[in-house]
């Protein structure tokens, strides 16, 4: 099985990648089927987003509602939990620490997490170790989160010279990840949620509104993806590419 790679990258506005140079982004684009204005979650915070993305469900049905992680009162499995009691590998390359309680204990086969989501830096390193388990791990999933440009919207503001800056850099990760790949894989970009100003969390397009990108194997066809899109359909998408049936309690559905 060829591998399939989530990439999430923290607080990417879709109306910010033409503004900026991004070549890979746009090649994805060129390539795959995508949606630029996904539909996040309310609140549309980086913890309940994650949480709603894994599990397919909406932050009022998985109790995670703040950035703080919390035991869910009806458990709902995860996509890691699916793909790796499936027997698929997986592996998970991530700069902010709260994003473990994303998966339960036993559904990771590798992680790799650096403690730098503040800086350009600690992105290019989570997208070099990426790059390095996808050319030797053997994963069939492997979820990738770049963090630095949110970082960079609370700190110069949406849309800002910095963050414009911060997405160019996102999409060279980005690239690194691809290569990775040697056009034998599936990456899905996307985003948690956009925002304004200097900050997020509300109902405002400029908040909840996020691209996703689809390209590689598996995916038919480029062009636009069809219909409403939410990052709910996200674990569907990818469990239906690792050729899993989804839980009944995920409330998304496959793309592809």
Do not use: K
Not at 1 to 18: S, Y
Not at 94 to 99: A, D
Not at 118 to 132: E, H, I, L, N, T
Request: glycine content about 10%; aromatic content about 6%.
């Amino acid at each position: 099985m060829t591998p399939i790679v989530l990439c999430v990258v923290d607080g990417l506005r879709p109306d910010a990648i033409p503004l900026v140079e991004t070549p890979t982004l746009d090649r994805l684009l060129a390539q795959g089927r995508a949606a630029l204005a996904a539909r996040s979650v309310m609140p549309s915070v980086t913890l309940p987003c994650h949480m709603s993305i894994f599990h397919s469900v909406e932050p009022g049905r998985h109790g995670i509602v703040t950035n703080t992680w919390t035991p869910q009162v009806r458990p709902v499995p995860g996509l890691f939990e699916v793909a790796h009691g499936a027997g698929r590998r997986t592996a998970a390359y991530y700069n902010w620490e709260e994003l473990r309680d994303l998966w339960r204990p036993g559904a990771l086969d590798t992680g790799f997490f650096w403690r730098d989501n503040r800086s350009p830096a600690g992105d290019a390193r989570v997208a070099q170790a990426a790059a390095q388990g996808l050319r030797q791990e053997g994963l069939d999933l492997a979820f990738v989160y770049l963090g630095y440009v949110d970082e960079a919207g609370h700190r110069h503001g949406w849309l800002s010279p910095g963050y414009l800056e911060a997405v160019a850099h996102a999409d060279a990760c980005i690239a690194q990840v691809w290569e990775a790949l040697a056009d034998r894989g599936t990456l899905l970009v996307t985003s948690d949620h956009g925002g304004h100003e200097r900050s997020h969390g509300t109902a405002a397009a400029t908040d909840l509104l996020v691209p996703l990108i689809l390209a590689g194997e598996g995916v038919s066809g480029a062009g636009p993806l069809d219909g409403s899109v939410s990052l709910l359909d996200v674990a569907p998408t990818l469990a239906a590419l690792l050729g899993l049936a989804a839980p009944e309690e995920w409330e998304g559905h496959s793309l592809v």
